[in-house]
């Protein structure tokens, strides 16, 4: 199983620029999007270095103050988290299980949804995704226009992230648009099962 994403990818920005700060590891990963498309929260990231240290795969290399400013702590990576990051990265790289899509529990309940909630919620992720897929798109633009120097600007790499979630979402789309077509031709028929709790019957079939 591969590891959360926070403590993996904490560790392999501490292992880029080292010795570093735990400031610059924050605005390193958020230079990447990392709260987008690993979900991993600004604050978790302080968090993550203490139990790195904590476990013993990174260490503090030195502790400043500047006047009354809170201190700031230098880490480095120790021999066992450089061990444990090349561990966490083949696990990473080898977990082929799909993470499940929030979406799944709401299909599961097709035949007890609302018709036509459930034709404008597809619309209305129709439209997110697209917008999703030209923001990403622009952002490939600016990472690769940039010097890929991780030091100054978002590693050109950081494109094939994005590249990945263009891929997937593009999928989630076509998806969402054939799901709309199968609605409203009738063609899954899918609110014709009568039961309790089942919307009425009067809003299946086609729909114009």
Request: aromatic share 6%; charged share 20%.
């Amino acid at each position: 199983m591969a590891p959360p994403p926070t403590r993996q990818l904490v560790l392999a920005i501490v292992r880029l620029l080292q010795p570093v700060h735990g400031y610059d590891v924050r605005r390193e990963l958020m230079s990447w999007g990392a709260e987008d498309w690993a979900n991993i929260a600004p604050g978790s990231i302080y968090g993550a270095l203490k139990t790195l240290e904590q476990d013993g795969l990174i260490s503090v290399v030195d502790t400043s103050r500047d006047g009354h400013r809170p201190a700031r702590t230098t880490y480095r990576v120790t021999d066992e988290g450089e061990k444990q990051y090349h561990s966490m990265l083949r696990d990473a790289w080898w977990d082929a299980k799909p993470a499940p899509h929030p979406l799944l529990a709401a299909v599961a309940q097709l035949p007890f949804s609302n018709h036509d909630d459930v034709l404008a919620a597809l619309k209305a992720r129709q439209h997110r995704l697209t917008s999703d897929i030209l923001v990403a798109e622009r952002e490939i633009e600016r990472i690769q226009s940039g010097s890929g120097d991780p030091l100054h600007d978002t590693p050109f790499h950081v494109s094939a992230m994005h590249r990945l979630n263009i891929a997937l979402a593009k999928a989630e789309l076509a998806w969402a648009q054939d799901m709309v077509h199968r609605i409203k031709s009738g063609d899954q028929g899918v609110w014709s099962w009568e039961g309790p709790g089942n919307p009425p019957s009067s809003s299946a079939g086609p729909v114009p």
